[in-house]
């Protein structure tokens, strides 16, 4: 069974800086695609970033790029993203994914941006 | 850059069909697949229908997945609607730089 368990979550001021972890397991890690989705508190889904298997390509939203980074580690089968420079509009839960016919989510991690 | 347009809220009674769409505002609807997620309230998304009209294991045939070129537009269809079906539904594609684009999500009531 795929399995995602996402932490890391929490609450952050304006400017700080947050690292999300995603643990996998039930499938073959390094096979796959992975993706982080963010909901914003009542809102819809919002696609964040998603890293190739070999994290050789790597994709952002443009709202993110250059703050965020996706990263991977096949070895410990766990998909990261450090936040840095972060704003009150980061704030949303954000979902592990993993990418293949099926996309399989995580239950998410809540990151909250307030003083 | 394109977006997928979707009803804000749908309504239907138990045993009945409601067909949700996604409009494609720019390219074409069949240039990349469609894929739609059912997100119950409280709860994360799960894939219902990917690569425009196919259904993961699990999911009932009562979920049905389609494109239209003329409308330029993807629709999910639920048959014999019953009550656990209350959720809110987004459709998903890509463009041409491998960004995902969802639709807005679509909220279908039961009543």
């Known amino acids: 069974e795929v399995q995602l368990v996402e932490s890391g979550g929490g609450l952050v001021q304006p400017g700080g800086s947050l690292r999300l972890s995603c643990a996998a397991s039930g499938f073959t890690f390094s096979s796959y695609w992975m993706s982080w989705v963010r909901q914003a508190p009542g809102k819809g889904l919002e696609w964040v970033a998603n890293i190739k298997q070999d994290g050789s390509e790597k994709y952002y939203v443009d709202s993110v790029k250059g703050r965020f980074t996706i990263s991977r580690d096949n070895a410990k089968n766990s998909l990261y993203l450090q936040m840095n420079s972060l704003r009150a509009e980061d704030t949303a839960v954000y979902y592990c994914?993993?990418?293949?016919?099926?996309?399989?989510w995580g239950q998410g991690t809540l990151v909250t941006v307030s003083s | 850059n394109f977006m997928l347009t979707q009803p804000h809220s749908v309504s239907e009674s138990p045993g009945k069909t409601v067909t949700i769409s996604c409009t494609r505002s720019s390219g074409s609807i069949a240039s990349n697949y469609v894929q739609w997620y059912q997100q119950r309230p409280g709860s994360s998304p799960t894939t219902v229908i990917y690569e425009d009209n196919q259904r993961p294991s699990g999911v009932p045939d009562r979920f049905s997945g389609s494109i239209d070129s003329s409308s330029n537009s993807a629709s999910l269809t639920i048959s014999g609607l019953k009550t656990e079906d209350e959720a809110d539904y987004y459709c998903q594609s890509y463009d041409s730089s491998n960004h995902w684009v969802f639709g807005g999500g679509t909220k279908l009531t039961v009543l």
């Open positions: 994914a993993r990418e293949g016919l099926v996309l399989y």
